[in-house]
Each structure stands twice: as structure tokens, then as C-alpha cells.
């Protein structure tokens, strides 16, 4: 049977988020902080959109590219929270999840060979489709002293003659770095130099709790042109069953990228576009009391993992914490297979995301106070073993 398959798909491994997701579910008594999976429930209004719009019988195919009153919403939204104004007509796509649009994204653009520069640790699926649009994943390794950040240097040594793109994930999962205009502002220049695309994931683009809010790259001069930008409603509006997401950018890529999904998808769930309408009319209030809330868990776990002498910089973005677990000379793999086994506390090792995640654990704090507290309990108790030994 193996002699069926690409040699290609069984070339790429397994996420291992869901590995340890699947330990966590087959395991009783296990609290997991390891799916980056809000714990609110859809707001309401938003519900009842989707609701209605079955009530009401709306549960045929949209256009390919979405339904014309969503991409509108998404354009609005858009110019209401980055300044980039978009045209609905030819420069968006709904998608099914961001994770589609990335997908699409590179299929749209890369030729056998083309190299594309990603940052690591990052999203575990950015290598993986890379490789199956038949390009080469080029991953940068961040370093903790820079907070996780992309700097100019790091950009212009790892470019090639036969470097295509970049992809930009900030705010990042799985460290919660963000980069502030400033940062961005070092590395355009390095971008238009050797006229790169940019395909910049902006999901937790509505999660960062410094007094900066996001910037978006592709609002500098020259950028909005060379730019797709993938967002979604998973993170913000806690629509992660829904699958729904888009991107936008110039017409010419978008309608590539149309072609691949009417073939692959036809379209986005219809009844999920009607509730995503009214996500991005009427959902700011909502997400900004998720953003409080995840800003108190935020605080809170960050604090705890300092007073277990745990270091980790403090993420001013997305929902997640990177501590580094180094001092314990196991790797990421082993403390997280420990830690599940030992005190039933799930959390995913550093090198799911990539070689540079390797020394770290990726926490999750998308879960009530209460679980994370007890959570704290048990990484506790984990670590004082070894303190006694």
C-alpha cells in the first residue's frame, strides 16, 4: 500500500499539537492548556445570525470568493482597525479557517523551487504547506534575548536568489511576540529591496495588550501591493467550529487564489459567512471584553511562572506563554511527556513548532482561572520534585 503514496505527504510529520491534544483527551483527569482554542462561547448575536440564516432556509452555495455582503464587512472591518482599504469585488476570498487561506496563498504563488522565509518557532503549519505548494521552507530561528522578534539582519541572511516570500506571524503563536510599527518599519525596507511578497498571518491581530495596538506591514508605503493578508474569526470572535477566515491582497493573487478553492472547496459555509457578517458589524464589544479577560489570565500566569522560576518574556500578544524549560536538561518532548504523565497537565513541547522551540513549552492561556490555577498547581508540584531530588 505504501508504494501509493506521494513520497511528499510522507515526507511531513504529524503536528505535534494534536498528538499531545489526542494524549490529553485519552488520559482521564488531564487538564490541557495545550489547544489554542478560546473557552467563550460564540457571542450570542452571533449565533443567532447563523441561526436564522438556517431558519430561513440560507444553506446554499455563495459565490467562490464568499458572499458580496461579507466581503464588504470584511473590508469595512479592515479599514476600521488597520487603515488598508481593500475593494470587495477582487481582493478578498473567504476561506474555510486562516489556515486554508495560507494554504492558498502559497499555491497561488510559488513555481517548483521558490524559497520562502518563515520565522521559527511559528504556526506548525506554515513548513508543511510550503513544502506541498512544492517550495522550500527557509525558517529564521528567533532568539528569546530579542523577545522573539524578526530584526533586519536576521531577514537579509536568510535571503536567497531564489527567495519568492516571506511569512509574517505576529502576533506570533507560539510565543506571543508582536512586532511594533518601529520593528516592521526595520524590515520593509529589506522587503522592497529584494521585492519579496509578503504573506502576513494577522489572526491574534486583535489580542495584544500593550498600549500599542497592531500594525499591520501591509499598511507602509509599498507594501499593501505586495502583501496578502490572512485573517480569521477563530481567535477573535471564539469561532474555531465555525471555519471561517479570508485574506486579502492584490487582485491578481486573490483571483488565482479563487481558482484553487472553487476547485478544492467551492465555497465557505454559507451559514457561517451569515454569522460572520454580523461577527464583524456588530462584534468589537465582544472582543474587547475576551481581550480583558485573557489580559487578566495573561497577567496572572505570567506572574505564577515567574515565582516557580520558570523564565519567560512576557507575550504582549495572542493567548499564549513560552517558558523556558532548559534548566531541567530534558528536552521539550520529555518535560511535556513527564508532565502529562506525572501530574496530568498537558502543554506542548517547544519543538512542535520548530528546531528553535526546542528548550521551551508552549502554554496555553485560553481557559478559565480556575483551571489555569489548578494547572499552576500541578506545574508546581512537578517542578518541586526535581528541586527535591
Sequence with gaps: MRDFLSEKVKGIKPSGIRRFFDLANSTEGVISLGVGEPDFDTPWHIREAGITALHQGKTFYTSNSGMPELKKAVCSYTKRHTGIEYNGENEVIVTVGGSEAIDLALRAVLNCGDEVIFTDPSYVSYSPCITLADGVPVPISLKN????????????????????????????NPTGAVMTREDLEKIVPVILKHDLLVISDEIYSSLTYSSE???SIASFDGMKERTVLINGFSKAFAMTGWRLGYALGPKEIISQMVKIHQFAIMCAPTVSQYAAVEALNNGDEDVEKMRDEYDRRRRYLYNELLK?????????GAF????????FNMTSEEF???LLNEQKLAVVPGDAFGE??????????AYSVSELKEAVRRLKLFIESFEEN
Excluded: Q, W
Design 145 to 172: 534575548e530579542n523577545r522573539f522578534k524578526l530584526t533586519a539582519e536576521e531577514l537579509e541572511g536568510a535571503i536567497t536568489e531564489k527567495t519568492k516570500a516571506v511569512i509574517l506571524s505576529f502576533p506570533n
Design 213 to 215: 495596538k497592531h500594525v
Design 308 to 316: 516557580m522560576g520558570l523564565p519567560c518574556f512576557e507575550p504582549e
Design 320 to 327: 499564549y506563554m513560552f517558558p523556558d524549560i532548559r534548566r
Design 336 to 338: 511535556a511527556t513527564r
Design 356 to 365: 528553535s522551540g526546542e528548550g521551551f513549552i508552549r502554554i496555553s492561556y
